[in-house]
């Protein structure tokens, strides 16, 4: 992920996710944006608080540090490279858990259907008394006698 890709808002809540669109008149920023506004003017924006930029400047303070330049990339000892690669690493799997707890518990797609319940059982309850179904259908012969 580089500064000029656009910022993750997905990773923050709706509260945050507005005021920071508010700031940018609705325009999803990119990373380099976000970081460059000012702590001081991000805590005085509505909806954001100090546990709020906390999330921001993780998100831009990890990718500012996956910046490699190609020059220095060449140069990078395997022991640095190891160790930039596990950072990485850590960073994803931060996001992951932010993710992860703003997802909803229950999959939208199975949701209780009551109704539907409540037709089965009736459809269960009629089987046994269709016409003909016996004494319990209350339904007689034209001759006064059970079929």
Known sequence: ???????PLEALPPQVRHAVLREFKGRRPNLREID???DKHWLATPGIGPAYLETIRNITNAVRGQEVSPVAAHSLSDAELLRRLEMLQEDLHWLEGQLKARMPKE???????????????????????ELG???ASGYRNHQGQSR
Do not use: I
């Open 1 to 7: 992920m580089h500064l000029d890709e656009p910022f």
């Open 36 to 38: 460059q506004v000012s």
């Open 107 to 129: 999959p939208r797609h199975k949701r209780h259907r009551p109704w539907h319940d409540h037709a089965a059982q009736n459809q269960t309850d009629l089987s046994g008394h």
């Open 133 to 135: 179904g016996g004494e």
